[in-house]
RNA sequence: GGGGUUGUAGCUCAGUUGGUUAGAGCGCUGGCCUGUCAAGCCAGAGGCCGCGGGUUCAAGUCCCGUCAACCCCGCCA
């Protein structure tokens, strides 16, 4: 035995062709089928690169056919045997099929219980089992595919970014909590009682400071950390390319985000993408899509028929015009096979984002109206809808009367389910767009007090400075976001670089200067010793691998991802821990804990 | 914090208006088979119907609670 300490293994599983008949070989890997045939047993050996048939013969060497008959699927075994071609029995259909390899040598280096679920991509596993056994679940091919691509990736985008002056810097995993934002990951000082770290929930004012710091071209592909509730996109650690660069304005950052993106498609997809990419104002995003993340994969675009309606006797659309709302309509061409059923259906979504309801007409094949709403318009009303919506027989319409946000969360959403639905979407496309012009602040009507959209360190476009102190929802920033099929890609922006503009930020925000000085008095030294202009963006590794990928799961190219309520359902995390431990860091539990099993 | 979906064999699921002994496919175990291709044929084992209450002569099925996973709203500078 001690097969490991002798042979090495000369071939990976994926490798051999016909070429290769007559090799003596030594493979390593996972028992991926055995197929036993009454003086013959077939085994399928696999590794990451791929697989081969193994054949055991009673006719040629009895005592090893007699061995490979305790084989069980997931054993871990080495083998040295003969390649062999297949002959006749070639088989097309895998990348290994001209050749099989007779075994003369077997070792089972690790039998392997019968797994709670078998490995292979066609068998469908409840998805928190998979998590559970993740050790498992990451042996199966399409996982394997995944993890690969996010590997090409990470190349990618590191070789670009070096090829371009970029450094790849690092920062603290151990910072300090900030007042704005997310809620913070922390973590407790033993040296300093009472005191806590957090964890960044991006490297945000460190890649500043390497700006200040006269760096220039600065990246990192870093963990992000966002103590939030999640969703199928949203874990609570997250991979960030985080990119900063200096003297530069925002074309600088689109150029250099589309060529990066050109060259990761190319590599990891063999795709050429269009650059560059659309671009669109979040006003006109927002109008158009209802969304600030517009998928571009497919039409059926908003249109705003307040002032056609605004007198008409319909309450529904005069009262949320007269009380400062809006009404807007989505035109579905050929709709009007859909029942009354899928009509009500359709309600329930926009309902989900505050709407009251969901208005809708459909014209029939004789020019008349069938809606609910009909009798309460003139004819030159309706007359004049169906030319604002280019409404056509048999097409239907749908209408949101309510406050501007209400009309895009309800409409932007309603036109995501009907182009999922009704199968407008092309899988294949890939739509990137930038969205830029974000506001700056926003109104908190909970904490009666104005909070930056972005962030506190964005700076508002030059003109509007001026505006902070008379109009600050008036004040648009140098901010943008890269979106792509309907997802948020990234974000970013031209920053603060003069002390004076971020100290009144801070003051709009409610900051006192004490508190400016102790959240952020290292920063304000900083623009007050020669700061460059800057800017920069960061961008989701994660959800840029779901897109290389086409999964809808965030959890599916993460290896270890945590589950809807943050936990880990390998490892158990979070769990409690020692008293000791506790004493250590200064904490003390409001009540006894329920002990959960490390 | 709120709304929704799911939970039955190791896995994926079926299980009618509440009614006899809870089924199927895959997997597993054993047998047969020398050209299979994530084989085929035969046989067998395998069930806390998530958990706890309740209604009922009778509950996998109805009701209440609870746990877990998932999806969404809020939240995510």
Redesign the pocket.
Known sequence: MQFITELKRTHSAGQLRGVDAGKEVVLMGWV???????????V?L?DRDG?T?L?F????NADLYEQA?QI??EFVIAVQGRV?S??????P??AT?EI?V?VQRLEIFNAAK??????????????????RYRFLDLR???MQAILKTRSQTNRAVREHLLDHGFLELETPILTKA?P????DYLVPSRIHAGSFYAL??????FKQLFMVAGYERYFQICK?F?D???????QPEFTQIDIEMSFVEPEDIYAMVEGMLKRIFKEVKGLDIDTPFKRYTYDEAMARYGSDKPDLRFGLELQDVSDVVAECGFSVFTGAIQSGGQVKALRLPGGGDLSRGQIDKLADVVK???AKGLAWMRKKADGSWQSPFAKQLSEAERAAIEARLGIEAEDVAFFVADKPSVVA?SLG?LRLKLGQQLGLIDKDAYAFCWVTDFPSFEY?E?AKRW????????SPRRADISLMETDPGAVYAQAYDVVLNGYELG?GSIRIHEEAVQSKVFELLGLSKEESRAKFGFLLDALSYGTPPHGGI?LGMDRLIMLLTGT????DVIAF?????A?C?MTNAPSSVDQLQLDEVHIALKRASTPVEA
């Open positions: 991926k089928a055995r197929r036993e045939h009454g003086g013959a047993t077939f399928d696999r697989f048939q054949r013969d009673q006719s040629l008959k069980r699927p062999e297949r002959g006749e029995m070639i088989n259909e895998m099929g099989e007779v019968t797994p709670p679920f078998q490995i292979r991509d066609d068998v469908e596993v409840n998805e928190d089992l998979r998590l199966r091919d399409g900030t704005e934002g997310a809620r960044p929930q991006s490297p945000q004012l992000c966002r939030e509730d999640l969703r199928a996109d949203r989900i984002y505050g969360a959403a908190d909970e909070v930056a959209i972005h962030h506190p360190f964005t974000g960061a809808d799961n965030i959890r991802p945590k589950t809807l309520k936990s359902a």
